[in-house]
């Protein structure tokens, strides 16, 4: 018995354009966000769902809300999913973070598994949690189809559990773009990824198509 988990990330949100860091910061989506929102849940209405829920932080919220509607569920709050806690990091430029925090930006980039954010999280406290999530999830929607609304750092780190690799190998995963879809499924003895981080649907919209920072 196959289950199955549908990670999307939220759409576009203003920090996400201007590079800003916000990870509990509850930041709104933008215009373009919106849309993008749009295409992925035209993506996902063919899709059987089961269940859905999301990170209690308004943009991945408005992101399962407009998947659910075709679905006609309701989306239940889980705050497991949450962004990582930035701590200091919270509303700083990233251009800017090498100046402010160079040594825990140094651990962000080169041994992320490492990171402890000042005042904020560590990665490893951040994957207990989410692990708690999604093993809740599993024991509780066994052969279903869940789909989770959360965040960039969050699929990352999913990802990476998925894929049965420990938190240190945690920079062999790629981001995922804004509103992508990331497709995992349990079969009863471990996790595999079928989908990585799909933006197709996306197109002229994509958020980090344009950008350079995540290649």
């Known amino acids: ?30 215009k373009n966000g919106r ?36 679905h006609n569920l309701t989306v239940d709050i889980d705050p497991r999913f949450r962004e990582i806690n930035g701590g200091l990091w919270e509303n700083e430029y990233w251009a800017q973070l090498p100046d402010l925090y160079p040594e825990s930006y140094k651990l962000w980039l ?7 954010l ?5 990665m490893a406290a951040f994957f207990d ?30 990802c990476c559990y998925c894929k049965g690799k420990p938190l240190t190998e945690l920079n062999d995963i790629a981001w995922c773009d ?10 009863g003895t471990g996790f595999h990824v079928v989908v990585d981080g799909d933006n197709h649907h996306l197109a002229d919209i994509s958020t980090i198509n344009d950008q350079d920072w995540w290649k």
Request: some cysteine.
């Open 1 to 30: 018995m196959k289950t199955r988990f549908i990670f999307v990330r939220h759409g576009e949100a203003s920090g996400n354009i201007d590079r800003i860091f916000h990870g509990f910061t509850n930041s709104e989506l933008t």
């Open 35 to 70: 849309q993008q929102i749009e295409r992925t849940a035209l993506r996902l209405s063919e899709e059987t769902i089961d269940y859905i829920c999301s990170s209690d932080l308004k943009r991945a919220y408005e992101t399962a809300k407009k998947i659910a509607e075709p």
């Open 110 to 116: 080169e041994e992320p598994h490492a990171v402890c």
């Open 118 to 122: 000042p005042k904020g999280e560590s």
């Open 129 to 158: 949690r989410l692990l708690q999530g999604l093993m809740s999830l599993l024991n509780t929607h066994k052969g279903q189809t869940i789909c989770i609304a959360t965040h960039g750092t969050a699929i990352r780190v999913l």
């Open 178 to 187: 804004n509103a992508s879809i990331t497709i995992a499924e349990h079969d």
